[in-house]
């Protein structure tokens, strides 16, 4: 009796002694979210232990002073898997982080039941299903981020009763609907961040009884009607961005205090009327871009107040008058792009006053006058595109000493005199165009020291003289186009460096000698013309290695004798050919064998049978 009483007493002992050394409950829910994951992580398995009796040690773990599992942040740990309906019993929760891993599938409305979670990101993740509007439950929520998910639907009403949210993420989902209003329960709110997802409707003007709002991140939706007044209410707005949406009406700004205003972009939408001039009171202003708009009047003198501007995009609308002198204030500011108006008059000369710009483009406008000398002396020039306008004068020598300049294009204007000699000193220039001007005299040899460059455009001017061969140091030339000017001799042997052409244009010049043999040798290029020359001779056979012509091999216009070349069937790619107006002769039968021949133009020449037809 005595024995079974002592057995009894060491196995209640021994039971009570297994229990005290098990793993807490907290844990045992934590080793159950774990089923439903298919891949975890080494960190993970090894730290997650069983044996453990408080889980406050594991990896992303913490714990408050009772073992109470208070904050799981695993974020991009690599883990698959889906988020179980145990996460619920975490009571003591405050902080959930399962940010930038794989989870899937919907998540769990037993998530409301960690009633005291501040703190839930659960962002880059690929979660589906619709918002739980059971989150309403976390009264005490401040921060959530379901950004960077596959959610749909619409946002839960319920989901702004959150009376502390602070932070409310969503972006880059696929949520639809429109902005809930009462939005204006969240009067904490700091900061709302709704882009790339569907969602439609007005921005609820109760938005502006948010009184702390610092960003409104509302870009790539399809929100539609005005912006709301009481936008001019948020004091505290840093950043407003609505880019690609359909919203229209005038710009409500300006005329309430956006004194903190730092990014302001309402680019691609459809707002309409002119551009408030308050917007020069938004003193702390370092972008504001509004391109592609149906924004009408002329830029207001007031924006030359922003002295902290780095970027202005006003292209793509309908703005006219001058550009004003004042915008030269913009002590600050690297980007001006107007292109695309409707601007005209002369490019101020104050704007060479902008030290510090690095993008300068004014194209498709109506401007005219010279470009002033003192813009060629902005050292940080880096893109200066001014073509489609009525620009004209001769280029200053203090164009050449622009070492940061990569992109020039003065195409389509009336420009005039001579390539400055030294433009291609100390430069790295990609891409010049200065096609459809009036430059005159010589292509000069010192571009040959533009190593960086890409594509050179020089077509439709009145350049005399040869191709320099010292152009044979470009030696990433993808495009060369100097067709329609009176350009003679030879095309150089030496140009053969050019190893990644793909664009020769020599046509409508005074070319001589035979067709250069060094161009069978760009076996990359896709077009050649060469038409409107005084190339005589034979076409060469080799030409039959140029069999990645696509686009064009114009040979028109010239001297051209004997027979088409059978060598000429190797081009299986070429679409358009046009040998018309030489002195060919023999059959045409090859021609046949092009097989992908859109376009063929032969005529003129004296090919056999063919005057029969
Ligand atoms: C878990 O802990 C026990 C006891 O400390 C140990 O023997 C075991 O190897 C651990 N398991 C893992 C997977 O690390
Ligand atoms: C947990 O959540 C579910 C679903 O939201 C609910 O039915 C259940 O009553 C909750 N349990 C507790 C203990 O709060
Ligand atoms: C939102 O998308 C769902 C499909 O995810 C669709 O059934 C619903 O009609 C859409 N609602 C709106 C307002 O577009
Ligand atoms: C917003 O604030 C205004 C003035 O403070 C108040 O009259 C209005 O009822 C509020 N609107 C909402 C939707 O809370
Ligand atoms: C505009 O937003 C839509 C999503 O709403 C996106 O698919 C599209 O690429 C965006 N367009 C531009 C030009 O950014
Ligand atoms: C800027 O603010 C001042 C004071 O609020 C105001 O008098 C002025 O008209 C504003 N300027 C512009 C350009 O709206
Ligand atoms: C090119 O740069 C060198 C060294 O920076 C300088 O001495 C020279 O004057 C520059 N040449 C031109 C034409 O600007
Ligand atoms: C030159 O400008 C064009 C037009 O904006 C742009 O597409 C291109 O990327 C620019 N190239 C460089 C080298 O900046």
């Known amino acids: 009796m005595n024995n079974i009483l002592l057995l009894l007493f060491i196995v209640y002992f021994s039971v009570f002694f297994y229990d005290a050394s098990a793993l807490i409950s907290d844990g045992v829910i934590l080793l159950s979210l774990l089923k439903h994951w298919t891949f975890v992580p080494l960190i993970i398995n090894s730290t997650w232990n069983a044996s453990d009796s408080i889980p406050c040690s594991w990896v992303g773990v913490k714990c408050d002073h009772a ?79 379901l950004a960077s998910n596959l959610m749909s639907g619409e946002i839960p009403d319920s989901l702004f009763e959150i009376p502390h949210l602070k932070e409310v993420s969503l972006h880059s989902n696929q949520l639809n609907g429109s902005i809930p209003s009462n939005i204006s329960n969240m009067t904490e709110l700091l900061k ?26 509302f870009s790539d ?12 209410n948020l004091e505290n707005l840093v950043y407003l961005m609505v880019r690609n949406n359909s919203l229209g009406g005038t710009i409500p700004l300006g005329s309430g205090s956006c004194k903190r205003l730092f990014i302001l972009d309402l680019s691609l939408n459809a707002f309409s009327g002119a551009i408030p001039s308050g917007l020069g009171n938004c003193s702390a202003l370092a972008e504001f871009a509004a391109e592609n708009n149906n924004l009408v009047g002329s830029i207001p003198s007031s924006l030359g107040l922003l002295r902290k501007l780095l970027i202005l995009r006003l292209s793509e609308n309908h703005l006219s008058g001058k550009i004003s002198p004042e915008i030269g204030n913009c002590r600050s500011l690297k980007k001006l792009h107007l292109y695309s108006n409707q601007l005209e008059g002369e490019i101020p000369d104050k704007l060479g006053m902008l030290s510090e710009l690095e993008d ?37 020598l203090e164009m050449t000493k622009l070492k940061h300049l990569k992109n020039i294009s003065l195409f389509d204007n009336r420009f005039s005199g001579v390539i400055p000699q030294g433009l291609g000193i100390n430069s ?62 030879t095309f150089p042997s030496s140009l053969r460096t050019w190893t990644r052409i793909s664009t020769i244009i020599l046509r409508e010049n005074h070319f001589t000698g035979g067709i250069p043999g060094v161009l069978s040798e760009f076996s990359t290029l896709r077009e050649l013309q060469l038409g409107g020359n005084l190339f005589g001779g034979e076409i060469p056979l080799s030409m039959g290695t140029l069999q990645k012509l696509f686009y064009g091999l114009n040979l028109s216009a010239n001297g051209l004798t004997a027979e088409i070349p059978l060598e000429i069937r190797k081009l299986q790619e070429l679409q358009s050919l046009d040998l018309s107006l030489n002195n060919l002769t023999g059959s045409i039968d090859v021609l046949g064998d092009l097989v992908s021949l859109i376009e063929v133009n032969i005529s003129y020449n004296f090919f056999n049978g063919l005057e029969l037809h």
């Open 67 to 145: 073992h109470n599992v208070v904050s799981v942040d695993l974020n991009d740990h690599g883990i698959f898997g889906q988020l179980g309906p145990q996460i619920g019993q975490l009571h003591h929760l405050h902080t959930l982080v399962l940010s930038s891993n794989s989870f899937s599938g919907e998540i769990p409305s037993e998530l409301s039941n960690c009633s005291l979670l501040q703190y839930l990101d659960l962002s880059y993740n690929s979660f589906s299903g619709q918002i739980p509007g059971s989150l309403k439950k976390l009264q005490t929520l401040w921060y959530i981020s």
């Open 192 to 217: 709302l961040s709704l882009y790339g997802n569907q969602f439609s409707g007005n921005i609820p003007s109760s938005i502006g009884n948010c009184s702390k709002l610092e960003a409104l991140f």
């Open 221 to 232: 939706n399809r929100l539609n009607g005005n912006l709301p007044e009481s936008l001019q």
């Open 360 to 396: 300068l483009q004014l194209s498709f406008n109506r401007l005219t006058g010279e470009i002033p000398v003192s813009i060629w002396r902005i050292e940080s020039l880096r893109n200066i595109l001014v073509h489609n306008n009525s620009l004209f004068g001769e280029l200053p």
């Open 428 to 489: 790295s220039l990609v891409k010049l165009d200065f096609t459809n001007n009036k430059f005159s005299g010589i292509i000069p040899s010192e571009l040959g020291k533009l190593v960086k460059l890409v594509s050179l455009d020089l077509s439709h001017n009145k350049l005399e003289g040869s191709v320099p061969p010292q152009l044979s140091n470009c030696t990433k030339m993808d495009y060369f186009d100097v067709g329609f000017n009176f350009l003679n001799g």
